[in-house]
């Protein structure tokens, strides 16, 4: 069975500080896929990264990097110098190759950015 | 741009009345997907479908059913609403060609049963 937690469910930083949401994961797979998504208080999900399983290096987009640590089943999401347009839910999810494109989603970290 | 739309984004039901919830994509994906997404617990899978007419039962598919008889369109049906049913449900939709694997949502619909 695969599972996806977050263990934070709500964080709150003031502008301009760094941010790290963290995405803990479970599959017995060996290949498999991992995502982030934001949910900005309009509701729509918004895809904001895949990585699979075979390829560990880090990746940096902007103000944005994700750190995937094979062996602690980590894939964490920084952001660097928060804006409060980043206040949203964020969703860590997983799929495995076999699933038939099925993500299984963590709980979801509410972030709040305040001026 | 990929473009997924759910018939509406807020409805009042009442417990036993049969609900139906429509989700439509443009970018000719042959996957669609129905979710409920609660406090704390995240985005639950109900049903999916990989084809026209084809569904498969996702984690929680009790008191829901499904129907998809055209490609760009998958239906979420209650048919007799309940209380434990008010949800915010998402629709998806991701192409089976290539690598790709992502997932484009809809804004959701938020169901109250009353």
């Known amino acids: 069975a695969q599972k996806v937690t977050q263990a934070q469910t709500e964080i709150s930083v003031v502008e301009k500080e760094d941010v790290t949401l963290d995405c803990v994961y479970e599959?017995?797979?060996?290949?498999?896929?991992l995502f982030w998504y934001k949910q900005p208080p309009s509701g729509e999900l918004v895809f904001l990264i895949r990585?699979?399983?075979?390829?560990?290096q880090n990746e940096i987009s902007g103000r944005y990097s994700w750190n995937f640590q094979k062996s602690t089943s980590s894939f964490n999401f920084t952001i660097t110098a928060s804006q409060v347009v980043d206040s949203a839910v964020y969703f860590c999810a997983l799929m495995n190759n076999n699933a038939g494109n099925m993500l299984t989603f963590g709980g979801g970290t509410r972030l709040m950015v305040k001026p | 741009d990929v473009k997924v739309t759910q018939s509406s984004r807020y409805l009042v039901k009442r417990t036993g009345e049969k609900v139906f919830l429509e989700c439509v994509q443009d970018m000719d994906h042959e996957n669609m997907f129905w979710y409920r997404q609660d406090p704390g617990l995240g985005l639950r899978l109900i049903y999916f479908s990989y084809d026209v007419k084809m569904k498969e039962k996702g984690d929680i598919p009790e008191g829901y059913s499904v129907s998809r008889e055209k490609k760009e369109r998958f239906s979420l049906i209650l048919e007799s609403a309940s209380t434990n049913q008010t949800s915010m449900y998402l629709c998806?939709?991701?192409?089976?060609?290539?690598?790709?694997?992502?997932?484009?949502f809809g804004p959701g619909t938020r169901l109250t049963v009353t």
């Open positions: 998806a939709s991701s192409s089976s060609q290539g690598s790709n694997y992502e997932q484009y």
């Open positions: 599959t017995r797979d060996t290949t498999y896929y």
């Open positions: 990585r699979n399983s075979f390829d560990e």
